[in-house]
């Protein structure tokens, strides 16, 4: 009896997100990044991304009152209008401009490493926020926040986020401060491992 060699291929899912990775871990510049992020963002369709949304929303539901309400613009703006700005300056050439170098190479290494592991080890318990159960959609919100804390140099939850505790995401003379930015070394797929916010003192 012949013994078949293991099969080593790739499952689609983890196919796209491994190129995926490797397109983003091969850009020099910060537009050639933002480049490679929109090439990966535009194949999402129309109802992927009504699909994506419909889960943020259900997972925005699930948090108690008033916080959901506070929270909610944050977190849509977290994604979509995140995504509407990455489209439109890819659509404006604004990337060709970009011309500088990512700002720590090696956090972004780390970054890079993680997203596979964040995607597709526990799709229902990943590092996003919104635990989509999906691998795809999961690196949606990778690619998204890969572009803010690498290309534009933002803390990936924005400006004015609230966190329980009534803190929220600060922009000071010396940069971004973020009430839980060093908490969530436990989940070592957070995109707060990777984001250029400081912990705020005292938190």
Known sequence: MQVQPPDTKRNPPEERIEDAVAKLRAAGTKGELAEAIASEIIKYSLYELQVIGGKVRQEIDKLPSPYREKVRPFFQQQLFDVYNRLMS??????????KGKIDDPALF?????????????????SGTDFNFGDPIKSLF???LCCFTM????????????PFP?????EKRADGYYCPIRDKEEEVPFSICNFCPAKQMEGV
């Open 165 to 169: 505790g009534g803190f929220i995401v």
């Open 141 to 143: 919100y990778y690619l």
């Open 109 to 125: 290494a780390e970054f890079l490493d993680a997203v596979p592991a964040g995607c597709l080890k526990d799709p229902e318990h």
């Open 150 to 161: 690498f290309v534009m140099d933002e803390p990936g939850h924005p400006v004015g986020t």
């Open 89 to 98: 300056m890819q659509r404006s050439g604004g990337f060709s401009r970009m």
